[in-house]
Structure formats: C-alpha cells, structure tokens
C-alpha cells in the first residue's frame, strides 16, 4: 500500500468506522425490533435505517470515486514531471558514502558509461580533475542538510568535459544523518563554448592585423574584422557583397585578379597536406605576410581565413638592423685588423728577436685576436641564418676536392694541436649538389674542432663515400669524447661539451649550431656519435648532384622564432 | 722594378701595418692615401700598377673611387684589389661584378698580405 492511500484512510478513518457501526447496528436493532414489536410497528425505523445505510454507501463510494480521481492525477502528474526532468537533466542519486545508487539514462548518454559501470562506484569517477574544493564544499553543505547550487564540471568516459549547472538535494534521516543525495544536473556545455567563441569573435575583431573569411565556394566575404574594414573601406552592409576578387590581394601583373596564383597558394589547404600556408604580398603598395587556413565546420560551409599583417615596419626594422650589423662588424673588424697585423709583424721578427717570456706573451694576444674574428663571424653567420637571409647557391660541387682544399685550409689549427689528418676514400667524381662556400665552412668548423679536441700527436681520420642519393662525409677524432650529457645540446648555440672548453679551446659554442643549420638548409642531414674516452664522430650527407643537376639559389626559411 | 702599390685607406694604424707588411715583407713600393680625394689627386703622379682599396671609407666609399679612377685615361686597366670588413658573399660578389681582380678579407694575416696579393696577380695574369 502507498504512502498516500495510508494516509487517506487515517484521515477518514471516523466515517469509515461510523458507516460500518451504522452497516452492523442497523440490521440488529431491526432483528431486535422485530421481536418486541410486530413488523409494522418497527417499518418506519427499519425504512430509515436502511436508508442512512444507503446514504451513507453512497457517500462512502462517491469518496472513493473522488479519491481516486486525484491520487491519479498526482501520479499522472508527477509521472509527467519526472519524464520532463529525464529530459532535461542528468540525474544521479548517490549513498552517503558517495556511492551512485541510480543515474538516468541522459545521464548515461551524455557521459558514454553504462549503467552497470556506474551503480555502486564512487561518484569521483565522473568528477573533473580539480574540483576538490568544490567537492569539498558540497559535502558539506549536504551534511548539514542544505540543499547545493553551482557549476560542477563532469568528465566522460572518454575523458570529455562537460560543464553542468547542478542542484543537489540531500535525505536526512530522524537523526539528521545523510542518508543520500539527488543531484539533477542541466548540461551547459554549448553555452560555454559558445560564450567562448564570442569572447573569440570580440578579440578577432580588434586585431591590429587584418582577418578575412570567405566561403571556399564563392569567395565571397563573410566576415571581415574592425581592421580589416577599415583598410577595405568597407562595413557591415558592405562586405557581405563582396568577394576577395574585390579585394585587391592577388592583383597580377596585368592588373586582373590572378585566381590561378590563389588556388596555387590555397592547393595545400584544400588537399589537405597542412594547417596553415604563408606567403608575402604586396597589398596597397604595401609588403604584407598573409596567413591563409581552411575551415572545415561540422555545420556550414567550408570557408577560408586569411590574417594578413602589414610587414612594412618590419621590414624597415630588418633594414634598420642589417645595417647596424654590417657596421658594428666593420667597426669591429677594423681595430681586430690592426692588432692583428701589429702583433703579427712582430711575431715575425720584422723588428728584431723576441725574448721567449715577450714572444709567449704575443702569441696568445695573437691567438687571441684571431679568435674575435672567429667570434664577430660566428655572431654575424648565425644572425643572417636566423632572420632567414642567408642565401645558398647550390651547384655541383667535387667534394674530394673541397676536402683537400678545408685539409689545407686547416693546416695552422693541426699544426698548433700536433694532430695528423688522415683521409680516405677523397676519390674525384663524388659531385655534391650544395654550396661550395657554405660547406667549405662546414668542413672546415669540423676539422678545426676534431683538431682541437685531439689528444696531442693523435690522428683526425676523414671518410668520403658516395651512397646511392647521397654523398657522406664524416671527420672523427680520438680525443676525449662528448659526455652523456652533453650529447643532447651540442648543436644547441652557445654550447660546447663542457663550457670550460670555449675558454681552453677558442671558439664561440656558435659552430656546430651554424654547421647543422647550413646542413640542413641544404637538404642535408648531420649527426654524431660520441664515445666518452674515446673520441667522437660526426657525419653528414647532402644530396648526389646527377648530370642534369642545374645550378640553383634558394633563400632560408626564416628559423627567427628559435 | 717593383711593383708599385695605391693604397687608400683610411684607418692609418692599417695603413702603417700593411706598409710595414707590402715594403718590408714583399717589397712592393707602396704610396698611400687616407681618402678617395686624395688618391684622385696624387693618382697620376704615382703612376701605380695596382690599386688596393679599403671600401667602407667616410665621403667616399672604395667602390665609388674604382668607377671614378676607372674613367682616367690611361688607369682603365690597372688591377684593383678590395680590402673589406663586410665579409657578406653578397658584398664580395658585388665587387668582383664591379671589376675587382678579388677581395681580401679584414682582419687579413700582416705576414700573408704580400703573398696573397702575388697569388692573386699570378692567377689573374
């Protein structure tokens, strides 16, 4: 029996008793009547009595009628309440130890987990990472009774979130004990996000640089930020008409717009082979870096969206700063020339003989200057490679040949270590397509570092080997090798194996950074292999010229965000 | 006879130790100017084989003096060697298109400067 018909029959538990006194009595006094009296005497009190009885059934039956009506409402109306709040809401009900002791089937949806895997689990396993606080706050608040509002964020089974609005109400038991909590949750997910993108859109559309969306169908435009329209003199009314062909981005040269050169550019996007391409335009007469992706919404049309930022500040900048370079390095290069020449024509006995102590003295003043140099070339190198102006001319170059001529090259450095070089495999004909310049530097910053690093009267050995696409060249010496740790930063700038080398050594901790950049500029790969006691090895291949192989320049990508 | 060498530099601590290293060293005769001025003015009565220019030189660059030595009548043919401290390629290149026979590179070797300039001569000879 319910709750509620219990309580309907102690409410009318008095008529109840009454229409069964009157349902019993009644007859007994007409059986008793009947004795005492003939039938006819008792009539009137016999009509009446069966028909209060009557009234009374009739009461008693129109009652339940009434009753049952309303009990079937309230459970038809809380069947409804129930069936909207499955609809809306996630809902848990969990123990007092935190147990889950029931979840809706929304719940189940929007989580992915199953019933079977949630019953009888703490309710943490649903929890965001970080709520503790929150959690902290909740259990408390229903411990002492009260119910809990706020935002909770719920982790799925796969680790998604999602963002709720929860209430939670607790059950005390007589003691004022939790017995179990309700939680009824509204999934607010969306709202978030798309407050998020709103937030997104608003910043978008104060960007200093100028942001274009266009559908990847028309080309027409349908979004356009602050910047943007203010640089197009367009607005809102305005833009939606337009199509990037009104815009002068990709005008050739015979004044039309060059759609072929835009699908050139926008190929990668559309095949999908990468996120993002970037080229430079002159937009107004203006240099500009345009940003270019394609988005690909899961409703709607797939649009482009090009960021274009005006590089013409930054190209003074990098004018402003190439010349200063340039004049330091001449500034710098200038007193270096002097010393050196000085201390060099001394050195050489122009001016008579040197006492040993005064000759030692100007050897390592001498040394010393020749370092600067290195240094103030190293600075230089590395600071045209990372601003991406560094340029190759790749032609077809004997790389027997260009080892010979670093040998040579080297010879003061293997000289000064007491070092013998020892080549092998330098056969002509293996043609090496590369910058004869930039990897005459190469070899040269290999030699000079495997000399310095030899013991003394130790050997350098060089190996030249012709593979099937490649050509490999590798300069190995027998020092003291490259430690554990060192191994991991060694083409890292401003690194050597051990940083008191640059001291002992000469050298800016610049090469080896320098060397495999100009390796791999050049489609190069550069690698070594250390043995701590026992020297190291570095190795590099560059790609085999073939016969047909023309002669080419290219430019460094810019690798300045390092 | 030696050679006889215009020198235009004008850093005169460079110009003491390059004559120091073209006259006592390689023998050379050696005449030098602090400026492009002054080489077009004292040029025709040195009488030179070769010129060797510093470029970077305030008023007047190396560059500059080249093209206007250049137009002198009997100097067209006169060798000319650069001397810099812009060691970019694209510096060297441009000089050599300009018609330098090569460029030395600063700081240059005092005791090597002789020789070079003689290998340089013989190669282009």
Redesign the interface.
Known sequence: MSQVESAWIRKNLSFIIALISVSLIGPLIVFVMYDVANITAVLPVVVTAALTTIIFILGFLLRIYDHSRSNYAIKYETALQTEALNNHSLVTKTDSNSRITYVNDKFLDATGYTREELIGQSSSIYWADGADAVLHELRATLRGGDKWFGEVRLKTKNGKLIYTRTTYVPQIDRHGKLVSSIAIRTDITENKIATGDKNTRRALHILRDEIYMFEAGTLRFTYLNQTAMERCGWDENTYPQKSIFERDMEIGETNVYDIKAFYKRARPLINDETDEVTHELMIDDRPSEVKMQLVRPEVGKAYFMAIVRDMSDHHAFNKTKDDFI?TV??E???????????L??VL?G?FGELSEKAQGMLDIAYRN?DRL?LII?DI?GLE?IAAGRM?FHLEPVDMAELIQDAIVENKPYSERYNVTIVPNGLNDGAMCLCDK?RIFQVMNNLLSNAAKFSHKGGQVAIKLEEKADTIYVSVEDFGAGISREAKHTIFDRLTQADSSDRRAKGGTGLGLSIVKTLIEQQDGKIDFKSKWGHGTKFFFELPKAHNDTATETIETDSIAAE | MSLKILHVEDDLDIQEIAKLSLEAIGGFTVHQCVSGQQALDEVIAFNPDLFLLDVMMPEMSGDTLYTKLKVIPGLENIPTIFMTARAQTENIVLLKELGALDVILKPFDAMLLPEQIKTILATNS
């Open positions: 340039s390095s001449h710098l290069r200038t007193p270096v020339t002097s010393i050196k020449g000085a060099g024509l050489s122009a200057t140099g070339n230089l045209k340029e310049d």
